[in-house]
Structures are given as C-alpha cells and as structure tokens.
C-alpha cells in the first residue's frame, strides 16, 4: 500500500500539458523564451503547492505550524524565482537558465514533499478508519 | 477482521488518491487558464505576470486558512 501511494505521488503532475508561453516577440530567442518557460513552471507549481498547504491546513492534516513552514519555503522559492525573471528582463539569459532550473526542482520537490506528507499524515488507522466507514463503527 | 483490514488500506488508498488528484487538478487548472490566455493572443509577459500573480494570490488564500487554523 505504500508502494501505491508513493507511486500516486510520483504520478502527481505527470501527463500535464507544458505551458504555453503566450506571444513571443520577433527579436526573443529560443534560449529566452525556454528561461522564461522554466521560470513559469516553476510559479505553477509554486501556486499549486500553496493551494495544498492552505487546504491541508484546512482540512487539519498539517499543523499550523507546519503548513507554516511549508508556505515559508514556497514563498521563499517563488521570490527567487522573481530574482530570475528580472535577471531574465536584463537580457542575463545563462545564469537564470542555471539558476532557474534549480528552483523549478525545488518547487518540483516542495510540491511533493507536501503530499507526500499529506498522504503520510492522514495514515492513522482509528480515525481515517471512522472518517470513511463509518459504518462500521455500529456494526 | 480482514475485511476492516482491506478497508482501512482502501480508505488510505483512496485518501492518497484524492491528493494526488487535488494537486494535479490544481496544476492542471493553472494550464487551463494559461491555455486561454494563450488562445487569446497573450503576449509571453502577460502569461508570465498571470502565473505569478496566480502563486502570490494563492499564498496570501494559504495564509488566511493558516491563520483561520490557528484560531485567528
């Protein structure tokens, strides 16, 4: 059984459309136009980790302060991020390729470790036993 | 005793189903939109400001719900 939901996260974005960039401008370079997709994929995975943080916390799966520190690292990420887009708009196209990917794995791992965890937490056998049979507890 | 076994496993199965789903839904929602801001001749600046202003917007709804979890 952990093997599925191990299997479950490394499947979690699998099979998504890469972004499209949008219109790009006669005079950008590939080269640019593949260090702003990098950039961009990393602010939706940002995104979507975010929205699993809050609604973990939420739904009481994570701590406060654990969603805390989660939500701490994500805007952290997301801010360098944003240190790349503007080496990016000043033309510094080879350091925010570096860079960038960097990040965008980091997202990648956050996103991951954040249901990964979701999953780890919910694993306590009474109550997620009575949340969904409830049934069974009168039988 | 087996079968509330198999039943506590499929429930864990299928709590960790509902999160694989919700984080991928929410990745590919993202897509969705970007998708027809693109059909709509978006510029690339445009499509990048929209996904950032998405991620800012989603950590300010984290917070709240953090702090609505903490009880303030």
């Given amino acids: 059984m952990r093997l599925l939901a191990v299997l479950l996260v490394a499947l979690s974005g699998c099979g998504l459309q890469p972004l499209k960039t949008g219109k790009v401008d006669p005079g950008v370079s590939q080269l640019q136009v593949k260090a702003q997709s990098v950039i961009n994929e990393g602010y939706r995975l940002l995104a979507a980790s975010d929205k699993e943080i809050g609604q973990s916390a939420a739904d009481g799966i994570f701590t406060p302060d654990d969603a805390q520190v989660y939500l701490n690292r994500a805007i952290a990420s997301r801010k360098k991020l944003d240190g790349y887009q503007k080496l990016l708009n000043s033309g510094d196209i080879n350091a925010v390729l570096s860079g960038a990917n960097v990040e965008q794995l980091v997202a990648d791992a956050l996103l991951k470790e954040v249901l990964a965890r979701a999953i780890a937490a919910k694993k306590k056998p009474t109550t997620q036993f009575e949340e969904f049979s409830p049934f069974l507890a009168t039988a | ?72």
């Fill in chain 2, 1 to 72: 005793m087996v079968s509330e076994l198999v039943l506590g496993e499929v429930a864990q199965l299928v709590v960790a189903g509902i999160q694989a789903y919700r984080l991928t839904n929410n990745e590919a929602t993202i897509g969705a939109e970007v998708d027809e801001r693109d059909k709509q001749g978006a510029t690339m600046a445009q499509i990048t400001e929209f996904l950032r202003s998405n991620a800012i917007k989603e950590e300010v709804d984290a917070q709240a719900k953090i702090d609505t979890a903490r009880g303030g």
